[in-house]
């Protein structure tokens, strides 16, 4: 299983961006549920979003993301994005993608937004956000 995320870049407060964690190595259609977990300098990883796709695809939000964030993803790419709008210089930090096979069905959002729910990791990419 191999993750790969894609799109980090300078960007400007203001502005957007759109994050992508391609995956290999597996059936896309076995994915439980996959989420975004940013890491600022000296921060713990903290899930801004998931999407359930044993639900249909539903998706979840950390309230402090919540109309900023967007995330979506593509079967026929087996691929996850993440569309960031309106960024912040605190959204600088490096962004990790992580997908699960387990099945998840009824979890609320703060389960679906912990990164112990995650077994399979990309290395990440940097967001940086210029004031």
């Known amino acids: 299983v191999q993750l790969v995320e894609s799109g980090g870049r300078l960007a400007q407060a203001g502005g957007s961006l759109k994050l992508s964690c391609t995956g290999s190595?597996?059936?896309?259609?076995?994915?439980?549920?996959a989420a975004w977990f940013p890491q600022a300098p000296g921060k713990a990883r903290e899930g801004i979003s998931s999407i359930n796709l044993n639900e249909g695809g539903r998706r979840y939000y950390a309230d402090t993301m919540r109309g900023r964030v967007a995330i979506s993803a593509d079967d026929a790419k087996s691929t996850i994005s993440l569309e960031m709008n309106t960024l912040k210089p605190d959204d600088t930090a490096v962004y990790f993608c992580?997908?699960?096979?387990?099945?998840?069905?009824?979890?609320?959002?703060?389960?679906?937004?912990?990164?112990?729910?995650?077994?399979?990791w990309g290395r990440g990419v940097q967001v940086t956000v210029s004031s």
């Open positions: 190595g597996f059936s896309f259609a076995d994915v439980g549920s």
């Open positions: 992580a997908m699960t096979f387990n099945f998840n069905l009824g979890v609320g959002r703060q389960a679906m937004i912990h990164p112990g729910r995650y077994q399979h």
